[in-house]
């Protein structure tokens, strides 16, 4: 099993940043394992945002390129996604994943002004 805890959600103003955590944990993490996160809104299907191998290599949605930025720290299990220019469009809530197989309890994120 793997547990994943999200954090760093909340209410912003369009144009600001908020930064997302993902502390990971369990008896059969492995930091060789693809982490990353997804999001969905309201009335919407479930997105990819952005992924990242154990090295490294990344992958974004076209929507939040040059924008959003993830990052992992494996000594840590910890996954950031690092969220700056915010629209309302992002708004939605935002699930942390290990290997698309083990799911976070999701976390908030508001852009409104």
């Known amino acids: 099993q793997v547990q994943l805890v999200e954090s760093g959600g909340g209410l912003v103003q369009p144009g600001g940043s908020l930064r997302l955590s993902c502390a990971a944990s369990?008896?059969?993490?492995?930091?060789?394992?693809?982490m990353g996160w997804y999001r969905q809104a309201p009335g919407k299907e479930r997105e990819l945002v952005a992924d990242?191998?154990?090295?490294?290599?990344?992958n974004y949605a076209d929507s939040v390129k040059g924008r959003f930025t993830i990052s992992r720290d494996n000594a840590k299990k910890i996954v950031y996604l690092q969220m700056n220019s915010l629209k309302p469009e992002d708004t939605a809530v935002y699930y942390c994943?290990?290997?698309?197989?083990?799911w976070g309890q999701g976390t908030q994120v508001t852009v409104s002004s």
């Open positions: 369990g008896r059969v993490f492995s930091i060789s394992v693809i």
């Open positions: 994943h290990y290997a698309r197989v083990y």
């Open positions: 990242i191998t154990s090295s490294g290599s990344t």
